[in-house]
C-alpha cells in the first residue's frame, strides 16, 4: 500500500483517522496505529511482516540485556547481538545477490545468485531500530519496557516504508503522551497534501519526460549515446527534479500524517538546490540519512582520530551502498564524499568568499551530475553518460528532439523549478507581517488544499502503481 493510492487515501486512512480520534486513552490510540501500521505494511508483502517483527523482538530483548547489564560485558553483548541481527538480515535480504554476481566476476566461480526479494522499508527501519539502540547504550534515551510502544516506535506506518528515519529520541515522550491540537491537525493535512501534490502532480509528470529521455532500469534503457549534449543536461535537470518531488513528497506526507497523530518527526528535505556548496546539500538533501551516518559512524573513530579522513570515506562508501546493490550507487557516494572532502580542504571561511554565483552553478552542476550516476546502473551505461554529458559522442550540441521536448513540456519546466526554491515560505512570512495576512492564509489554504487533493485524485483514477522511488532502497 501506498499513500498516493486512492484506496489509502479514501479507506485506509480515513477508517484509521476515524478510529484514533474516537478513543481517548493513549494506550488504545497506540494500539490502534500498531494494528493499523501492521496490515499497512503486510498489504502488499504479507510474509516479509515475520521479518519486521522478528527484528523487533529481537532488538526489544536487546535493549532489556542493555539496561540490565549496564556498563557490563553483557551490555555490550545486547549491542553485537542487535548489529549483527538487523545488519545481518538487512546484508542478506539486499547485497547477496550483488556479492554473488562480483565473486563470479573476479573468482573462477559460477555460484546461482539466489534472487531474494527485498522486503519493503528494511533499510529505514533497520536503522531505525540501530539508532535506537546505540543510543540507549550510550545513555541518550531510555529503554522501553513495553514490547507494544516499541512496535509501534518501529512500525509506525507514516515514515515505515520509506522514511524519514526516525530516532527514537525524538518522539521518546510521544509514545507515551501526546494530542492532536487543531492547528497540528490543520498543519498535517497541508503538509500531507503538498507531499501528495509533489508526487502526482509533479514527480510523475516529470518522470514521463525523463523516461523518454534516458529510460530507466526496469523500463529499459534508451541509447544513451545518441544524446546531444544539451539533451543530455535538460534530462539530469529534470530527473534532479524527478527526485526531489518524489523524495520529498514522500517526506512531507510522512511528516504531515505524524503531525495529525501527534508525532513531530524532523525535517527531511529542506529546498536542496539552493545550496552554495556540497557540505551544505547534504545538510538540507535526506536529512535523516546524513544525520546517522554522521552520527553513527563519521564521529565514531574507528580508524583513530587521527585517521578521520578513512571514516569520512567510509560514511559515503556505505551512503552509496544503502541506497542500492549496484556498484553505480557506490561510486555515486564517493563522488559526493570526494567533493566534502575537496571542500574541507579549501575550507568553509574560503567557500564563503567565492561569488555566490558562481557557488549556485558549481552546486547545482555537481548535484544534477550526481543524479546521473544515480540513475544509470549499468557501468557502460554510465560511461556513455558522461561522454554525452561534453560531447564526447560525436553528436551534436542541440537537437529537434529535445527543443521539441523542452517546449511541449516548458510550463512543467518552470513550476517545478519554481516549487524547489523557497518563495513559498517567504512570501507566507511577509503576509504574516500585515493585518489581514493570517486571514489572507488560511483561506487560500483550505482552496489549496481542496484544489490539489481533486487534481491528484483526478490524476490517480485508473492509475494501477503509484510506487515512491524510496522504496527501491
Known sequence: MVFSDLFFLYAFLPACLLLYFCIKNIRWKNGVLIVFSLIFYAWGEPFWIILLLGSVVVNYFCGLLIERFRDTKYSKAGVIISLVFSLGALALFKYTDFIVENLNLILPFDIPAPNIGLPIGISFYTFQIISYILDAYW??????HSFFRFLMYVSLFPQLVAGPIVRYGVIENEIDSRTSTSADISEGITRFIIGLGKKVILSNSISSVVLSIFGSASEGYTDISALSVAGTWYGIVLLSLWYYFDFSGYSDMAIGLGRIFGFHFNENFIYPFV????????????ISLGSFFRDYLLYVPLFGKRRQYLNLFLVWFCTGLWHGASWNYIIWGLYFGLFIFIERQIGSKRMKKAPKVLSH??????ITVGFGIFHFESLPLLGDFFKSLVGLNGNAFIDLTIQTAFMNNIFLFIAAVALSIPWV????SFLLTKASGGMVIGTSQVVFNAAVLAISSIMLVGSTNNPFLYFRF
Do not use: D
Open 139 to 144: 545513555g541518550k534515551v531510555k529503554v522501553q
Open 275 to 286: 545550496s552554495k556548496n556540497i557540505t551544505e546539500f547534504w545538510q538540507r538533501w535526506h
Open 361 to 366: 552553478i558549481y552546486s547545482l552542476a555537481v
Open 425 to 428: 515560505p517567504k512570501v507566507k
